[in-house]
């Protein structure tokens, strides 16, 4: 089992900038893969970014030149710094892990972008 705990959401103004976090812990050999995904009101869940364990980076076209993500093995951590948001970035942002053949979902952050 992982247990994953996201942080960092909250209140930014358009043009703005938020890191987010999750920590993973728990019973488990590997960690695949890490990566982030956002549900906006009224919206599917939509992947944002995610960093495999060979160490690639894939993004929505959406976000690609404004966030990046990162990954610290060592600490089973992934990060999603943001930069230049915008309304239409504001969703409860879920950290997701593959391990094995198994997802794992924080209960995620949310993320408010609004002036």
């Known amino acids: 089992q992982v247990q994953l705990v996201e942080s960092g959401g909250g209140l930014v103004q358009p043009g703005g900038s938020l890191r987010l976090s999750c920590a993973a812990s728990?019973?488990?050999?590997?960690?695949?893969?890490m990566g982030w995904y956002r549900q906006a009101p009224g919206k599917e869940r939509e992947l944002v970014a995610v960093?495999?364990?060979?160490?690639?980076?894939d993004y929505a076209d959406s976000v690609k030149g404004r966030f990046t993500i990162t990954r610290d093995n060592a600490k089973n951590t992934v990060y999603l710094q943001m930069h230049t948001l915008k309304p239409e970035d504001t969703a409860v942002y879920y950290c997701?892990?593959?391990?094995?053949?198994?997802?794992?979902w924080g209960k995620g952050t949310l993320v408010t972008v609004s002036s």
């Open positions: 997701n892990a593959l391990s094995g053949h198994i997802n794992f």
């Open positions: 728990g019973s488990f050999f590997s960690i695949n893969a």
């Open positions: 960093d495999t364990s060979g160490g690639s980076a």
